[in-house]
Nanobody
Framework: QVQLVESGGGLVQAGGSLRLSCAAS????????MGWSRQAPGQESELVAA????????DHADSVKSRFTISRDNAKNTVYLQMNSLKPEDTAVYYC??????????????????WGQGTQVTVSS
């Protein structure tokens, strides 16, 4: 079992930055893929970024490419999402996700077995 705990959400003005953190733990923690998914009210979940735990390979959704960056600290079992140039449309609950595989399905939220409780990000215009 894997436990994921997010932190770092909040309220920020458009153009500002936030960094989300996800601390992972578990009896045998070694997921192959971790990522960040977001869901805005009335909208479907969107997987915005993913990272391979073993080699650090990353993917980012087109909607956040060049603005968001996912990274990891293996020693701390922590994944980060650096969000720059935030826009009001980035407002959503952001969830840390993890799974045992990393492949072509990285962008599908339903491909991840483990989810954190979520952290709210609100971007004001």
């Amino acid at each position: 079992q894997v436990q994921l705990v997010e932190s770092g959400g909040g309220l920020v003005q458009a153009g500002g930055s936030l960094r989300l953190s996800c601390a992972a733990s578990g009896r045998t923690f070694s997921p192959y893929a971790m990522g960040w998914s977001r869901q805005a009210p009335g909208q479907e979940s969107e997987l915005v970024a993913a990272i391979s735990w073993s080699d650090g390979y990353t993917d980012h959704a087109d909607s956040v490419k060049s603005r968001f960056t996912i990274s990891r600290d293996n020693a701390k079992n922590t994944v980060y999402l650096q969000m720059n140039s935030l826009k009001p449309e980035d407002t959503a609950v952001y969830y840390c996700v993890a799974d045992w595989t990393y492949g072509s399905s990285w962008s599908r939220p339903d491909a991840y077995d483990y989810w954190g409780q979520g952290t709210q990000v609100t971007v004001s215009s």
